[in-house]
């Protein structure tokens, strides 16, 4: 199986920064993209960024110029930096990842797993 440890989450005033990671472990070959997506009471879950295995990156235009993503391979781990923080940005963060699970033998599936979730509250 896989699992898809999150970390980094809290509470943080206005301006501030934090960063989350998220860590892939399991019966893994190879991950495509990695992404997080966050989820805001009463809200439906919006993508915040994305990045490819070669580490193009896709943002939405609220997090644009303030937050970051990147990816260690290495690790199987993303990380999305994120700055300048407004009350706006709280909301349960999710990450994502596209990738094969090793099966039997040479045997692989591809599939997305999602982690569990990790708050993130800007507030004074």
């Known amino acids: 199986q896989v699992q898809l440890a999150e970390s980094g989450g809290g509470l943080v005033p206005p301006g501030g920064s934090l960063r989350l990671s998220c860590a892939a472990s399991?019966?893994?070959?190879?991950?495509?993209?990695m992404g997080w997506y966050r989820q805001a009471p009463g809200k439906q879950r919006e993508l915040v960024a994305t990045i490819s295995s070669g580490s193009n990156t896709n943002y939405a235009d609220s997090v644009k110029g303030r937050f970051t993503i990147s990816r260690d391979n290495a690790k199987n781990t993303t990380y999305l930096q994120m700055n300048s923080l407004k009350a706006e940005d709280t909301a349960v963060y999710y990450c994502?990842?596209?990738?094969?699970?090793?099966?039997?033998?040479?045997?692989?599936?591809?599939?997305?797993?999602w982690g569990q979730g990790t708050q993130v509250t800007v507030s004074s």
């Open positions: 994502n990842a596209d990738l094969w699970r090793r099966l039997i033998g040479l045997s692989r599936v591809r599939s997305v797993y």
């Open positions: 399991g019966s893994i070959f190879s991950i495509n993209a």
